[in-house]
């Protein structure tokens, strides 16, 4: 006799795993089934970061009493990951439903690195079972029939080429405060921080020959000038440089260009807000 369901629930053991729980106003989403048993997974799709530290855990379950035998549930993984390069599995091909069990688990670990590159997914796809099990909802839509599921492999590393900033730019300065203190320009050059691997040494900095140590933040692309020492000036001693706020847009991180604004701060007081516009000369 056939049954339609649109919250499905498979009892395993003490916990339940929902299968199918669905808007009510999609025909497509209301499964049914034959016999007494199927297998499915107990969700459509996951999402695990690449540095994720924890393994992630895929459910395979059985909508029946506790099986009577071990049943072996068949596998193939697909996507656009690769095994060993982009994530580890614990087993690969199978995985066994053991006997007076409802659940056998797939777990895979994301495998972490230092490049730039777009999401890859892993997509389960249950091929068969020892007991030759109904796989899925039958009568659902694809989406929803449980039979495969996709995992998104975040990539958390940001689109940076810190080499990109390096060269010898035209460096426009004005000062808000006093239109008459500019603006004018300079040339200046930007090199990698061989102590930092964020760092940018900019020489030359307001045209005055000292050099100043800033950073490159990968994902925003910003550049900004961490509190530092600048200069001593002879009447009011030791003078500091630091960022008051930062400008970038995406199209910064591919050409170079960037653009920040900073003051210079003495015992006396502070002097900006200055802003600066580093323009990478051809």
Same mark, same amino acid.
């Given at each position: 006799m056939?049954?339609?369901i649109?919250?499905?629930f498979l ?15 999609d ?11 199927f297998?499915?997974?107990? %969700? ?5 970061a690449?540095n994720?530290?924890d393994?992630?855990t895929i ?7 506790p099986?009577k ?7 193939t ?11 580890t599995?614990?087993?690969?091909g ?15 670990t ?11 997914t892993?997509?389960v ?5 020892s007991?030759?099990?109904p ?12 039979n ?9 590393d940001?689109?940076?080429?810190a080499e990109n900033?390096v ?5 426009l ?18 090199a990698l ?9 900019i020489?030359?900095?307001?045209g005055?020959?000292?050099? $100043?140590?800033?950073k490159i933040?990968g ?7 961490p ?12 003078a500091?440089?630091?960022? $008051?706020?930062?400008?970038a ?5 591919k050409?170079?260009?960037? %653009?920040?604004?900073f003051?210079?701060?003495v015992a006396?007081?502070?002097f900006?807000?200055y ?8």
């Amino acid at each position: 006799m056939k049954r339609f369901i649109n919250k499905l629930f498979l009892s395993f053991g003490i916990v339940s795993l929902v299968l199918g729980a669905t808007s009510c106003d999609d025909p497509e989403d209301i499964g049914k089934f034959e016999g007494p048993n199927f297998i499915a997974l107990d %969700k459509a799709a996951y999402s695990v970061a690449e540095n994720s530290t924890d393994p992630l855990t895929i459910k395979i379950g059985v909508a029946s009493t506790p099986v009577k035998e071990d049943v072996t549930v068949n596998y193939t993984l697909g996507g656009t990951a690769i095994v060993g390069e982009d994530y580890t599995v614990a087993s690969t091909g199978s995985v066994v439903i053991p006997k007076g069990g409802n659940t056998a688990e797939i777990v895979i670990t994301p495998l972490d690195n230092d490049v730039y590159e777009a999401n890859k997914t892993v997509v389960v796809t249950i091929t068969s079972t020892s007991a030759d099990f109904p796989i899925g909802l039958s009568g659902n839509s694809e989406k929803t029939k449980r039979n495969f599921t996709t995992v998104t492999i975040v990539n958390e590393d940001c689109p940076l080429i810190a080499e990109n900033f390096v060269g010898t730019y035209t460096a426009l300065y004005e000062y808000a405060a006093d239109p008459a203190d500019g603006p004018y320009e300079h040339t200046t050059t930007v090199a990698l921080d061989p102590e930092d691997e964020t760092g940018l040494l900019i020489s030359n900095f307001w045209g005055d020959g000292v050099t $100043v140590k800033a950073k490159i933040n990968g994902c925003s692309g910003a550049v900004t000038i961490p509190s530092q020492n600048y200069y001593v000036h002879p009447k009011y001693g030791q003078a500091k440089i630091q960022s $008051v706020s930062t400008i970038a847009s995406s199209s910064d991180i591919k050409t170079g260009n960037f %653009k920040l604004s900073f003051a210079v701060t003495v015992a006396a007081g502070s002097f900006g807000n200055y802003t600066a516009k580093f323009t990478k000369q051809n």
